[in-house]
Structures are given as structure tokens and as C-alpha cells.
């Protein structure tokens, strides 16, 4: 399976799972009188509509390279991750304007079979952010682990309502805005996120060097090639699920052209047999004196 086949079949999952759960939780929340998993019901709505476009940026992202589009169409991906932070953002305004607005408001306890809900919501949510992470780092994507992330928020937030609605049944009457603060402790951990989520996507756009591993490891396949006595200078760019590189080649000075032609052409060969997530490699010949 191709990474971009893995990354479609991770999204798929995540529309899937979630509108399941925002259905339940709907109900739930409302026929169990709980403002806490109505506040995950609005998340889990909003993961779905980002899903979709993660699925988006994956498959347009995965386009092959064109006349105006020499590098590919990679960038497409931290832009749609932009977009799924601006989903997150939303949904944790909304539940903590919900939230403030409901400690205002008098209202029923919470049942207690909705701890039973939450309780299953909660180990799913893990188990899917384990899965779509898994997935995300096979297939090298960044708005993937942006949809992962979503998992992992929506299950701190069901915790959150967990503890919210078990102290609210605990120490009973007087205690029913328990349920509220559990929502609105949920939404701050939910803006935290979105920096998590947004930084690192910003750093690709800006091309940022964020991939000293990347390097060392380019570094030390170049220096298995024959004639390439060592390397110099290394810039990375990463564009959708493929790192293009920069990379500055020592060899001997006197070299014919051809032979430097011929050793640059065998260097990035090599460099993409050996490291497949590598896209374009612009190799620079330096020569040795030594």
C-alpha cells in the first residue's frame, strides 16, 4: 500500500468514527442532560467536516508535478492543516462560550449511565489516535497528524466530561456546573492543541530546518557513494509527504566534468533508492584539493 493510499484509508476511518460518535454523544448529552457531552458532540461535528479536508489535501497534495507546478503540489497539505486548526479553534470557542452561558443556567444533574458512554468514547478515541498517528507517520503526513491530534483532543475532552459528571453525581444538587467546567476546561486543552498542530506546519511552509535526523542520514548514504570524498552544505524542504533536498558534494578537483556529471547522477540515485521519502535532489559539486 503507497503512502497516500494509507493516509486516505486512516481519513476514511476518521470521518467514519466520528460521525458515529458525534451521533451519540448528541443524544446522549441531551437525553442525559449532560452540556458536557453535548460540548463533545459540537467537537467530534466539526472533526468531521476537517477529516474531509485532510482527505482533500491528501489527494490533491499527491498530484503528480506539472508546468506550474515544478516541486508538486505537496504545499497543499500545511495549508489545509491551517484550515483544520481553524476548525479546532472554532469548536473550543463554541463550547466555551456554551460553557459560560450554562453555569448562568439552571439545569438537571447529568445521568449516570452517560459516565457508561463516556467511558467507552474515551478508550476509542485513544485507540484512534493511536491509529491515525501510526498511519500519519508511515505516510509522512502533517495534516494527517493534525486529524490524529483531533482524536487525541476529542478523548481528553470526553475525560473531562467524565470527571465533570462524576463529581456532579457524587456530591449532588449544587454541584450540577461541575458538568459545565469539565466542557470548558475541555476547550482550553483544545486551543493548547492547535499551537501543537499549527507550529509545525507553519515551520514547513517557512521552510524551516526542522530535519537534523534527515540530514545526518543523507550525510552518511553520500559518503558510501563512490567519489564522493564528503558533503557540505544540506537544505531541506518538506512538501506534502516528500523532503526535497539541496545537497553540496565534495569530490576530487581534478575530475573531468563528465566524471563529476556522472557521480552527481549516481549520488541522487542512490539518495532516493535509499531514502524513498525524498522527492527532488539538486545536486552541487564541490571540488577537493586536498
Not at 3 to 32: C, D, H, M, P, R
Not at 150 to 175: E, M, N, P, Q
Amino acid at each position: 500500500m503507497t503512502k497516500e493510499q494509507t493516509a486516505v484509508k486512516a481519513t476514511y476511518f476518521s470521518i467514519a468514527s466520528n460521525a458515529l460518535l458525534a451521533l451519540i454523544k448528541g443524544l446522549a448529552g441531551f437525553f442525559g442532560h449532560s452540556y458536557a457531552l453535548t460540548a463533545d458532540a459540537i467537537e467530534s461535528t466539526t472533526d468531521i467536516f476537517s477529516s474531509f479536508l485532510v482527505l482533500f489535501g491528501i489527494k490533491y497534495s499527491n498530484k503528480p508535478a506539472d508546468d506550474n507546478h515544478p516541486y508538486g503540489h505537496g504545499r497543499a497539505e500545511p495549508l489545509i492543516t491551517f484550515l483544520v486548526v481553524g476548525f479546532l479553534i472554532t469548536s473550543a470557542t463554541i463550547i466555551a462560550h456554551e460553557s459560560l452561558s450554562n453555569l448562568e443556567t439552571p439545569h438537571k444533574l447529568p445521568e449516570s449511565w452517560t459516565l457508561i458512554v463516556l467511558g467507552t468514547i474515551i478508550l476509542w478515541k485513544e485507540y484512534s489516535f493511536r491509529l491515525v498517528m501510526k498511519r500519519s507517520k508511515e505516510a509522512n503526513s502533517s495534516s494527517l497528524r493534525a486529524d490524529a491530534w483531533h482524536h487525541r483532543s476529542d478523548a481528553i475532552t470526553s475525560v473531562a466530561a467524565f470527571i465533570g459528571i462524576s463529581i456532579a453525581l457524587f456530591f449532588g444538587k449544587g454541584y450540577e456546573s461541575a458538568d459545565d467546567f469539565a466542557a470548558l476546561f475541555a476547550s482550553g486543552f483544545i486551543f493548547y492543541n492547535s499551537y501543537k498542530i499549527f507550529r509545525p506546519a507553519l515551520g514547513e511552509i517557512m521552510d524551516e530546518n526542522l530535519y537534523d535526523d534527515l540530514i545526518v542520514e543523507i550525510r552518511k548514504v553520500s559518503l558510501q557513494v563512490k567519489g564522493v570524498e564528503n558533503t557540505e552544505k544540506c537544505f531541506i524542504r518538506k512538501a506534502g509527504m516528500k523532503y526535497h533536498v539541496d545537497l553540496h558534494a565534495i569530490v576530487n578537483a581534478n575530475l573531468t566534468v563528465r566524471e563529476g556529471h556522472d557521480i552527481s547522477h549516481l549520488l541522487k540515485d542512490t539518495l532516493r533508492a535509499e531514502i524513498p521519502e525524498l522527492g527532488h535532489v539538486l545536486i552541487h559539486i564541490e571540488p577537493s584539493y586536498n
